[in-house]
């Protein structure tokens, strides 16, 4: 059994709840918009972390993630991007690399809006989970961990905080 905790668009703010929230974690994914390197370290600290920059990272972030990682936990197939859309109606990129990888998991972030759909026609769970930093139009900072048991996607949990 794999723990993963995932976030996204902190914009260079990384709630003090993040650490407790996580810390039986196995795995941190960030879908994006990351904002500050130090968002990364703080994470790093707490477990592995995979993430992906989005639209306001700037060339420093840009240098040490990547647009899109595609990877493998247990028997599990996971997309982790920035900018998708919402469940049947992905950008054309995303249905590109749907197309090529057929995850059963599709992570982004950008909309800061928390939402976790099962998508039937691609086959996979998409998972926003909403914003978890200070900027934005959102009004509560979110983040969710759940774990992956061979072929279950199981325990999904969600942390939330009106935000000031």
């Known amino acids: 059994m794999t723990r993963i905790g995932v976030l996204s668009d902190t914009h260079g703010f990384l709630p ?3 650490e407790s929230f996580f810390k039986n974690c196995d795995e941190i994914w960030h879908a994006g918009d990351i904002g500050d390197e130090s968002v990364l370290a703080g994470l790093a600290k707490i477990a592995k972390t995979r ?13 040490i993630t990547k647009e899109f990682l ?9 997309l982790l991007t920035h ?3 919402v469940p049947y109606k992905y950008n054309y990129e995303v249905n590109g690399l749907i197309k090529m990888y057929s995850p059963d998991i599709l992570v982004c972030g950008h909309s800061h809006i928390l939402l976790v759909q099962y998508n039937h026609k691609d086959k996979l769970l998409h998972i926003n989970p909403g914003a978890a930093g200070n900027n ?3 009004k509560k900072q979110t983040l969710l961990r759940f774990e992956i048991d061979k072929e279950n996607i199981q325990n999904m ?8």
């Open 16 to 18: 003090q709840q993040a």
């Open 51 to 63: 993430a992906v920059f989005g639209n306001i990272d700037g060339q420093h972030i840009r240098a």
């Open 70 to 78: 595609f990877f493998q936990i247990e028997s599990k197939k996971i």
């Open 83 to 85: 900018i998708a859309g």
């Open 136 to 138: 934005g139009f959102h």
């Open 157 to 164: 949990e969600i942390w939330e905080k009106e935000r000031r």
